[in-house]
């Protein structure tokens, strides 16, 4: 009989619109070294909220991931906050931005940018 080998899932999912977005910020900068932060900080009125910044210091503990030509950075406190969750960019009239679509979260604020985990 064959062994199987199980497949773990990405910690996180960046979507189609968001790597063309992240691709396109990433190439205006100009330094191919950057990788996407995605950190969970406290603060907001939920308690928590995410934090996306480019970086080019990768710490020893970090998850490096790499899907659709971006390296994404994860630290091990924000990791158990975000497995599962996916990275999309959308536009609407009101404007445009980063959505982070979390399935550990419990609840989040009235604007939309903090939550509780």
């Not at 996306?52 to 490096?64: K, T």
């Not at 404007?95 to 939550?115: E, L, Q, R, Y």
């Amino acid at each position: 009989m064959a062994e199987t080998t199980e497949v773990t899932p990405a910690l996180v999912q960046i979507t189609d619109a968001a790597s063309q977005k992240i691709l396109d910020l990433l190439e205006q900068e100009g330094n191919a070294d950057y990788a996407l932060r995605l950190q969970v900080v406290g603060g907001g009125c939920s308690g928590f909220q995410y934090r996306l910044a480019f970086d080019d210091q990768i710490a020893e503990d970090d998850e490096l991931l790499e899907e659709k030509g971006i390296k994404l950075v994860v630290d091990p406190l924000s990791a158990r906050y975000v497995e599962g969750a996916s990275i999309d960019y959308v536009e609407t009239e009101l404007g445009a931005g980063f959505k982070i679509d979390n399935p550990n979260v419990v609840s989040t604020c009235g604007c939309g940018h903090s939550f509780q985990a």
